[in-house]
């Protein structure tokens, strides 16, 4: 997918914790994006020829030695720029404005009043509400600027010299307390920096079956296929742009979700849907023995990764010369890795454990690389994969591994299992009750009036607030006595998590209602023998993780 030849906005990364959400939403305009840290030569940004950039927040003063700084040529390239928050106070710092400690501290929802005659903020409301989080503010604002918003305690809420086209936000329209931040992000690249949108899913689809039909001519591709969004989209794709000239590889590690191995070979396999050669390993023995009397979490991870690699390269050797490697890496996973934006990696997660050392391949091919996460699902959905796999929640690569506590063995897993298919289809089911009901009640025409959405995406838009973003059932690794019968019982306490959480790095615990929680309880007792108590974990992230390892 050649990127390049698309109308693109640069987002600075000066490392605040909004950075990727600034780039989803400009690409939710259609208009495409990339982050790149403060860092970055003022000669590369001017070679990649932005239609517009936009400064990002960060935690540093801008008037401190040593804060993240950026070269004063940006705003003379005559390239429109948006600052945010410290972008915005960077922007009057090097322009002849004054920031300072600010008087009062704003954070949370605030009243702004903007001007609605300035091109930014054009279709908001006089009266609006904006997310501020910051200790500095502008005092005074550069020569050659004037303010077109205020709130109570900061005169200079944004700013704007119109004629050279820079503008600052010292608010977050990012975030979506602030409620029309998206209408000024969207007036940003399109009255602004002039773009007309032309990124756009249906076209990707295209364009990179094309791509890769030209690169990859008559060779042979290898693809290890986890069954997860984004390996199954990357594979999918490439189904599409060479057919049987893919072979992937699904690695079954005895560690997946209750079913799931037949899942995926349902969709991929000989029966399913695509044109593909797939190849299913059942390794799970292989797992358990290397897993026996291994505690340790992360040496279970390592151990669960080798073994990938190991049973991957096994299978590689069989097939002989492969031309290209598939891999599903998406954008985060590209800037998080340092190669883009700036946000300190707070934990790395590997899928696979790494790249075989000993497949010879000539290329590796990532053609979800520059895509957010809804973007991928948006191509799937394009693609026509099901709508339970598109919409699938996260699943750690080493799945079930990580969601028992110490040893890992076929009962603890088998356990685990079923406690959490229980678990799962009582919140779906409630979930789906629920929406049904409001639905109905709000006389809509459920699903006549829908014509682009399936009966699914008609249920899930409409799902509880409570909805968790991540649950599953684990495993703690403590017994407790308890009764059954007549008979007393030792056996072992399941664990339900269920987290809301935008971006995996903070979250809240769902709050499940109780009937439904009770109604797990029942069912996992009466139906999953070993266990005889069922635990709900209250915990945020932080101080807890999602995962329990
Ligand atoms: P934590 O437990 O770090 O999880 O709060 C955050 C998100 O990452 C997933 N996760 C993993 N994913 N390999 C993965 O591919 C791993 O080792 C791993 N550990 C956690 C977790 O499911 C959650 O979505």
Same mark, same amino acid.
């Given at each position: 997918m050649s990127v390049n030849k698309k109308e693109k906005i640069i987002v600075i990364d000066f490392g605040g914790q909004y950075n990727q959400l600034v780039a989803r939403r400009v690409r939710e305009n259609n208009v495409y994006c990339e982050i790149y840290s403060y860092k970055t030569p003022l000669e590369d940004i001017k070679n990649m020829s932005p239609k517009g950039i936009i400064l990002t927040g960060g935690p540093a003063s801008c008037y401190e030695e040593n804060a993240a700084s950026c070269d004063t040529g940006l705003f003379e390239m005559g390239v429109p720029v948006l600052g945010l928050c410290y972008g915005a106070q960077l922007m009057m710092h090097l322009l002849g404005g004054k920031v300072e400690h600010a008087p009062v501290r704003e954070y949370g929802h605030i009243d702004l009043t903007v001007d609605t005659s300035s091109p930014v903020f054009a279709d908001v409301s006089e009266n609006t509400v904006c997310f501020m989080s910051h200790n500095d503010y502008i005092s005074k604002a550069a020569p050659g600027f004037h303010t077109i918003a205020h709130t109570e305690n900061c005169p200079f809420a944004a700013i704007a010299n119109d004629e050279k086209k820079l503008y600052g936000f010292?608010? *977050?329209?990012?975030?979506? *307390?602030?409620?029309?931040g998206s209408v000024m992000l969207k007036n940003f690249v399109y009255n602004v920096c002039g773009c007309s949108g032309d990124w756009k899913m249906d076209s990707f689809v295209q364009e990179s079956i094309e791509e890769i039909r030209k690169k990859v001519g008559d060779g042979k591709v290898l693809c290890a296929l986890s069954g997860g969004v984004d390996s199954s989209v990357a594979a999918v794709l490439l189904s599409k742009a060479v057919g049987k000239q893919l072979t992937c590889v699904f690695v079954? *590690?005895? #560690? #997946?979700?209750?079913?799931e191995g037949d899942q995926v070979e349902g969709i991929f396999g000989p029966d399913g849907s695509y044109d593909l050669n797939f190849i299913r390993v059942n390794a799970a023995s292989r797992y358990y023995e290397k897993l026996k009397d291994v505690t340790e979490p992360e040496r279970k991870r390592k151990i669960i990764g080798e073994e990938f690699i190991r049973v991957f390269e096994e299978e590689a050797k069989k097939i002989g010369r492969v031309d290209y490697l598939v891999q599903g890496t998406i954008y985060p996973d590209v800037v998080e890795s340092g190669l883009g934006g700036e946000s300190a990696v707070i934990k790395s997660h590997h899928n696979v454990g790494g790249l075989p050392e000993h497949v010879d391949f000539k290329e590796i091919i990532e053609p979800l690389k520059y895509l957010f996460k809804d973007e991928v699902r948006k191509v799937g959905l394009e693609l026509g994969i099901p709508d339970h796999l598109v919409f699938r929640q996260p699943f750690p690569g080493p799945g079930l591994g990580v969601r028992i506590i110490g040893e890992v063995n076929e009962e603890k897993v088998r356990i685990v299992q079923d406690a959490d298919a229980i678990y799962r289809s009582e919140v779906e089911k409630a979930a789906e009750e629920y929406a049904v009901k409001k639905l109905s009640y709000e006389g809509a025409e459920i699903w006549g009036g829908h014509l682009h959405n399936s009966r699914a995406a008609i249920i899930r838009h409409n799902y509880p607030d409570w909805m968790p973003d991540q649950y599953f059932a684990a495993l703690t690794n403590m017994r407790s006595v308890g009764v059954m019968g007549d008979e007393r019982t030792y056996d072992y306490a399941v664990c339900l998590r269920a987290v809301k959480t935008v971006d995996f790095m903070t979250a809240e615990a769902a709050q499940i209602p109780w009937e439904v929680l009770q109604k797990v309880m029942n069912r996992v007792i009466n139906e999953v023998s070993g266990v005889n108590r069922v635990m709900f974990d209250l915990t945020s992230k932080p101080p807890g993780t999602i995962e329990l390892e």
């Amino acid at each position: 997918m050649s990127v390049n030849k698309k109308e693109k906005i640069i987002v600075i990364d000066f490392g605040g914790q909004y950075n990727q959400l600034v780039a989803r939403r400009v690409r939710e305009n259609n208009v495409y994006c990339e982050i790149y840290s403060y860092k970055t030569p003022l000669e590369d940004i001017k070679n990649m020829s932005p239609k517009g950039i936009i400064l990002t927040g960060g935690p540093a003063s801008c008037y401190e030695e040593n804060a993240a700084s950026c070269d004063t040529g940006l705003f003379e390239m005559g390239v429109p720029v948006l600052g945010l928050c410290y972008g915005a106070q960077l922007m009057m710092h090097l322009l002849g404005g004054k920031v300072e400690h600010a008087p009062v501290r704003e954070y949370g929802h605030i009243d702004l009043t903007v001007d609605t005659s300035s091109p930014v903020f054009a279709d908001v409301s006089e009266n609006t509400v904006c997310f501020m989080s910051h200790n500095d503010y502008i005092s005074k604002a550069a020569p050659g600027f004037h303010t077109i918003a205020h709130t109570e305690n900061c005169p200079f809420a944004a700013i704007a010299n119109d004629e050279k086209k820079l503008y600052g936000f010292q608010y *977050h329209p990012e975030v979506l *307390h602030t409620t029309e931040g998206s209408v000024m992000l969207k007036n940003f690249v399109y009255n602004v920096c002039g773009c007309s949108g032309d990124w756009k899913m249906d076209s990707f689809v295209q364009e990179s079956i094309e791509e890769i039909r030209k690169k990859v001519g008559d060779g042979k591709v290898l693809c290890a296929l986890s069954g997860g969004v984004d390996s199954s989209v990357a594979a999918v794709l490439l189904s599409k742009a060479v057919g049987k000239q893919l072979t992937c590889v699904f690695v079954d *590690h005895g #560690l #997946l979700r209750k079913d799931e191995g037949d899942q995926v070979e349902g969709i991929f396999g000989p029966d399913g849907s695509y044109d593909l050669n797939f190849i299913r390993v059942n390794a799970a023995s292989r797992y358990y023995e290397k897993l026996k009397d291994v505690t340790e979490p992360e040496r279970k991870r390592k151990i669960i990764g080798e073994e990938f690699i190991r049973v991957f390269e096994e299978e590689a050797k069989k097939i002989g010369r492969v031309d290209y490697l598939v891999q599903g890496t998406i954008y985060p996973d590209v800037v998080e890795s340092g190669l883009g934006g700036e946000s300190a990696v707070i934990k790395s997660h590997h899928n696979v454990g790494g790249l075989p050392e000993h497949v010879d391949f000539k290329e590796i091919i990532e053609p979800l690389k520059y895509l957010f996460k809804d973007e991928v699902r948006k191509v799937g959905l394009e693609l026509g994969i099901p709508d339970h796999l598109v919409f699938r929640q996260p699943f750690p690569g080493p799945g079930l591994g990580v969601r028992i506590i110490g040893e890992v063995n076929e009962e603890k897993v088998r356990i685990v299992q079923d406690a959490d298919a229980i678990y799962r289809s009582e919140v779906e089911k409630a979930a789906e009750e629920y929406a049904v009901k409001k639905l109905s009640y709000e006389g809509a025409e459920i699903w006549g009036g829908h014509l682009h959405n399936s009966r699914a995406a008609i249920i899930r838009h409409n799902y509880p607030d409570w909805m968790p973003d991540q649950y599953f059932a684990a495993l703690t690794n403590m017994r407790s006595v308890g009764v059954m019968g007549d008979e007393r019982t030792y056996d072992y306490a399941v664990c339900l998590r269920a987290v809301k959480t935008v971006d995996f790095m903070t979250a809240e615990a769902a709050q499940i209602p109780w009937e439904v929680l009770q109604k797990v309880m029942n069912r996992v007792i009466n139906e999953v023998s070993g266990v005889n108590r069922v635990m709900f974990d209250l915990t945020s992230k932080p101080p807890g993780t999602i995962e329990l390892e």
